[in-house]
Each structure stands twice: as C-alpha cells, then as structure tokens.
T-cell receptor
Framework: GQQLNQSPQSMFIQEGEDVSMNCTSS?????WLWYKQEPGEGPVLLIA?????ELTSNGRLTAQFGITRKDSFLNISASIPSDVGIYFC??????????????FGKGTLLTVNP | GAGVSQSPRYKVAKRGQDVALRCDPI?????LFWYQQALGQGPEFLTY????????KSGLPSDRFFAERPEGSVSTLKIQRTQQEDSAVYLC?????????????FGSGTQLSVL
C-alpha cells in the first residue's frame, strides 16, 4: 500500500530557530496534508496542498507540494515553545477513486527548548 | 459541543474483555471515521460512515472489531475479546462532507490499554 516516510524522526531545537521536515512516498499523491498532534489530543490540520509545486503558508508555517507529487516539505520559522508536538504528513489513499481514507506518516517529534 | 467528543478518555481492559468506545461527532457532520494509532505511529484508517451507512470497513483488523452509527450521529466502536495488540489510541473524526479527507476534525481519542 501507499506509505509515507517522514524525516527526521525527531528534532530538538532552540526557541527562535527555523525548522524543516519532509515527507516522501513511492506513490503519487494528489493532496498533501500536514497535521500537528499535541499530547492527549487528536491531530489538527495545519496546511492542505492540492497542486504540484504549490507553496502555502499559515502564519509561521510554510509547506510545499513537491513537483514529482511524491514529496512535501513543512517549514516552521522562528519556533516558539508552543510549536512542540508531533507533525504528521498525510494523504488520501485514492483507492477505488475515493479520497476519504488518509494514510499518515510516522511523524516528526519536535521539541523546542525555551 | 463544539468539537468531536470521545468517551471514555482512558480504558483499561483485561485480555478477553469486550469494550465499547463512543464518538459524538460535530453536529450535522455527514461523515464519520475511526482511526487506530499505535504508540509512536501515525493514525491508521479503520472504518468510514456516511450518515448511518458503513461504506468502508476495510481497515478493521479482525472480526472482533465492529462499528455502528445507527442514527447517523453517535458512533460506537466495539472490540470483542480484547487482545494485548489492541492497545492503542482510537481516534474518531468527522467531516461535514461526504468526500474530501482534508476536512476531518479529530476527537481527542480513547486510549485503550489491554492487560
């Protein structure tokens, strides 16, 4: 099945630093989603990408849909302590023409040192 | 409530017990999903409802898992004869539309521990 590989697995950074993480797949995706999950909570959608090459921002977050449609990047600028959490990439499985089933990567754990 | 509500937040079961996990989706949301999240992993799809119809149950790991949404709102995920490998966080999500995975709103999950 479709699998998403995220890197790095974890990051430990100082407050104020910029962060970059990525997600790759052996299959083409038509939509890329980035979620953040905090302890004891469900994932919350940060950014949705729909077109190859698309670059979308949400505050200090910027994500890009790779040209090959097999990868995506998420950047966080000027990190703050509340950025702590697990960041997941996800995409619809596109099985049988449907796009409601999401497949998730294993996540990147971000720790921000104040 | 304003968001997806799941209960209980935590459930400890002895191996072999049956458990029932409840999900209250956002009012008016057509679609409801169940995902399973093992420790250190991303969520994995279990099943999908559109209103009261279960349109996809391909992700349910075994016939011990059963989900229902009889009136098209509240849903229950039931696990019979629980095993240790069932230990995970079970996430419910709802969406206002019948398609479009990006419009999912997740609940906080039920953490199931099977001893």
């Amino acid at each position: 099945g479709q699998q998403l590989n995220q890197s790095p697995q974890s990051m430990f950074i100082q407050e104020g630093e910029d962060v970059s993480m990525n997600c790759t797949s052996s299959s083409i995706f038509n939509t890329w989603l980035w979620y953040k999950q905090e302890p004891g909570e469900g994932p919350v959608l940060l950014i949705a990408l729909y077109k190859a090459g698309e670059l979308t921002s949400n505050g200090r977050l910027t994500a890009q849909f790779g040209i090959t449609r097999k990868d995506s990047f998420l950047n966080i600028s000027a990190s703050i302590p509340s950025d702590v959490g697990i960041y997941f990439c996800a995409g619809p499985m596109n099985s049988g023409g449907s796009n409601y089933k999401l497949t998730f990567g294993k996540g990147t754990l971000l720790t921000v040192n104040p | 409530g304003a968001g997806v509500s799941q209960s209980p937040r935590y459930k400890v079961a002895k191996r072999g017990q049956d458990v029932a996990l409840r999900c209250d989706p956002i009012s008016g949301h057509v679609s409801l999903f169940w995902y399973q999240q093992a420790l250190g992993q991303g969520p994995e799809f279990l099943t999908y409802f559109q209103n009261e119809a279960q349109l996809d149950k391909s992700g349910l790991p075994s016939d011990r898992f059963f989900a229902e949404r009889p009136e098209g709102s509240v849903s229950t995920l039931k696990i019979q004869r629980t095993q240790q490998e069932d230990s995970a966080v079970y996430l419910c999500a709802s969406s206002p539309t019948g398609t479009g995975a990006e419009k999912l709103f997740f609940g906080s999950g039920t953490q199931l521990s099977v001893l």
